[in-house]
């Protein structure tokens, strides 16, 4: 069982450039999160969907957006890359939003842009 | 928005015991989550706090007060493989996590 996976595990971008990071859960589950992770920030929400068909903008949305056509996959595409969004972004899962339904964190992409 | 504080760093010695301090501020309350990240790795849930007191598991402990806004995160019985950062989440009305910076916790020999 691979659990949640991410693709790239890092990648180098030119600013300007459009880019698409991928989740994929095999968990079956409900939710799904995208954050990123920045140095004495902690992790932020960029945006979320609590069920296939649905999403939401979260903390951070701004240069991001968000699909989920069904229950496995939830990329983040950047669509015009600037250097602020270099970062580590991590893709979550969980079965639902309310009670002790912790969130389960791929391995993280590690995104530089240039 | 969402406040939440917890110490930067902390350094304890293998065997001892060390408590992580969280504070919040959050619109609403649905839960705590503590999470531990090891450097370069993807955060692993720890524990659950929704109701007022301790939940026990193993060596790891978390306590919630939620009219102070305050949560512990207890680390008995040190092991060097318990250095890493620890998260606290709070889970707002909304039903989305808001994360604290995390504390970087080192244990020495």
């Known amino acids: 069982i691979a659990g949640i996976t991410q693709a790239p595990t890092s990648q180098i971008l030119a600013a300007g450039r459009r880019m698409t990071l991928r989740c994929t859960q095999d968990?079956?589950?409900?939710?799904m999160y995208w954050y990123r992770q920045d140095l004495g920030l902690g992790l932020r929400l960029i945006h979320y969907?609590?069920?296939?068909?649905?999403?939401g903008k979260g903390e951070v949305p701004d240069g991001y957006s968000v699909s989920r056509a069904n229950t496995d996959d939830f990329p983040l595409t950047l669509a015009s890359a600037v250097p602020s969004q270099t970062s580590v972004y991590f893709c979550?899962?969980?079965?639902?939003?309310?009670?002790?339904?912790?969130?389960?964190f791929g391995p993280g992409t590690r995104l530089t842009v240039l | 928005g969402q406040n939440i504080d917890q110490p930067t760093e902390m350094t304890a010695t293998e065997g001892a015991i060390v408590q992580i301090n969280c504070t919040y501020q959050?619109?609403?309350?649905?839960?705590l989550f503590w999470y531990q990240q090891h450097a370069g790795e993807a955060p692993t849930f720890l524990s659950y706090?929704?109701?007022?007191g301790l939940e026990e598991k193993g060596r790891f402990s978390s306590f919630l007060s939620r009219s102070k806004g305050y949560s512990y995160l207890l680390l008995k019985e040190l092991q060097m493989k318990d250095s890493a950062s620890y998260l606290c989440?709070?889970?707002?009305?909304?039903?989305?996590?808001?994360f604290g910076a995390g504390t970087t916790v080192t244990v020495r020999a």
């Open positions: 706090n929704v109701l007022d």
């Open positions: 989440a709070v889970r707002d009305s909304d039903y989305k996590l808001s």
């Open positions: 959050t619109s609403g309350f649905n839960g």
């Open positions: 968990m079956r589950h409900n939710a």
């Open positions: 969907s609590n069920t296939a068909g649905t999403t």
């Open positions: 979550a899962s969980s079965e639902g939003t309310s009670g002790a339904n912790e969130q389960f």
